[in-house]
């Protein structure tokens, strides 16, 4: 079992839907949850950020953590076009010289 | 202003050859590193280097060797290129080391191998 699972899909959404990501993961140790955003021919960027289990909203975003379930979702809400990319989720230790552990990614498609 | 650049954006040459991608951050972070995507989309470490010094050294062939002449550029030499190292290589960077910070990335080399 690897790490960190993410459904890499596609998956394909009408405009306005609400969309849910996810990401499950082995390792308890993990203190730290990121989602990246990569569109194509891209480098990922940062999306949001988390600090252990919890819930956070950047607009029409919403990253959870449940660590007890080891299970991290994203909530996309009014989905649009411009939504379609890679979404990938990472995570990690805090301190040292640790590297985040990726997902795969799940591609999303969002058509008008 | 691009936050962490590279070049060449694509490099396609023969088996055999080597070749060097550049990457550079205007970012003042302290840490930068080395990523290979391969087709199934999976994000893998190759290097890391806290201000110009090596940190991270994953299971990588030594026919690769990042170089930082300084804090704000690593550049990565690739001796002898197999089929199997066709993939994109992401630089990134964060303000300092820990798995805490997150992590800038430039837009990638797209390596195809002939």
């Known amino acids: 079992q690897k790490e960190v699972e993410q459904d890499p899909g596609p998956l394909s959404v009408p405009e306005g839907a609400i969309v849910s990501l996810n990401c499950t993961y082995s390792n308890s140790a993990f203190q730290y949850f990121m989602w990246y955003r990569q569109y194509s021919r891209k480098g990922p960027e940062l999306l949001m950020y988390?600090?252990?289990?919890g819930n956070k909203e950047d607009g029409r975003f919403t990253a959870q953590v449940d660590k007890s379930s080891k299970y991290i979702s994203l909530f996309i809400r009014d989905s649009q076009p411009s939504d379609s990319a890679t979404y990938l989720c990472?995570?990690?230790?805090?301190?040292?010289?640790?590297?985040?552990?990726f997902g795969r990614g799940t591609s999303l498609i969002v058509h008008p | 202003d691009t936050a962490v650049s590279q070049t060449p954006k694509y490099l396609v040459t023969q088996m055999g050859n080597d070749k060097s991608i550049k990457c550079e951050q205007n970012l003042g972070h302290d840490t930068m590193y080395w990523y290979k995507q391969d087709s199934k989309k999976f994000l893998k470490i190759m290097f890391s280097?806290?201000?110009?010094?090596?940190?991270i050294n994953e299971t990588v062939p030594n026919r690769f060797s990042p170089k930082s002449p300084d804090k704000a550029h690593l550049n990565l030499h690739i001796n002898s290129l197999e089929l199997g190292d066709s993939a994109v290589y992401f630089c990134a960077s964060s303000s300092r080391q820990g798995g805490d910070q997150p992590q800038h990335f430039g837009d990638g080399t797209r390596l195809s191998i002939l």
């Open positions: 990472a995570m990690t230790y805090p301190g040292g010289s640790y590297i985040p552990t």
């Open positions: 988390t600090y252990s289990s």
């Open positions: 280097y806290n201000n110009k010094e090596l940190i």
